[in-house]
């Protein structure tokens, strides 16, 4: 599926430009707390980007299992887990890390998609 490998292209992009924009511009300008909170964005970020690639490969292998749910739920999660704590690291608005979970639940649910509808369509 090729929207996915845009789409993991586009996040995976954007992954190293935030992990480089928080090294080399927000270290100084952050506290040490907050900008674990940004690093802890990125690497989900990335984690799930590369989880896209993934996806793309299963769904050429197994066209016939929906395997594609899987995919809008990680860049929902990237979204929504990755950004919540993007805008709460930079803006310190703690009811950002409120609605972080949410994307996290997008995650794993994205997660045990891929491996039950693999494990149907073996």
């Known amino acids: 599926m090729r929207k996915f490998v845009l789409l993991g292209s586009l996040f ?8 480089a924009f928080a090294a080399h511009l927000l270290k100084d300008r952050l506290t040490p707390e907050m900008f ?9 970020h990335m984690y ?4 896209l690639f993934g996806v793309a490969w299963l769904a050429d292998r197994y066209p ?3 395997i ?3 995919g809008w739920l990680f860049a929902g999660g990237i979204v929504i887990f990755s950004g919540s704590l993007y ?6 608005e703690r009811w950002m890390g409120m609605i972080t979970p949410i994307g996290g639940l997008c ?8 491996g039950w509808r693999v ?4």
């Not at 674990?36 to 989900?44: D, Q, T």
């Not at 799930?48 to 989880?51: S, T």
């Not at 995650?107 to 891929?114: H, K, S």
């Open 36 to 44: 674990s909170i940004f690093e802890v964005g990125v690497r989900y």
């Open 119 to 122: 494990w149907k369509s073996a």
């Open 48 to 51: 799930h980007a590369l989880g």
């Open 12 to 19: 995976a992009f954007a992954g190293v430009a935030l992990g």
């Open 87 to 92: 805008l709460l690291s930079l803006t310190g």
């Open 64 to 66: 016939q299992s929906n």
């Open 107 to 114: 995650f794993l649910a994205g997660w045990l998609w891929m």
């Open 68 to 70: 594609a749910l899987s």
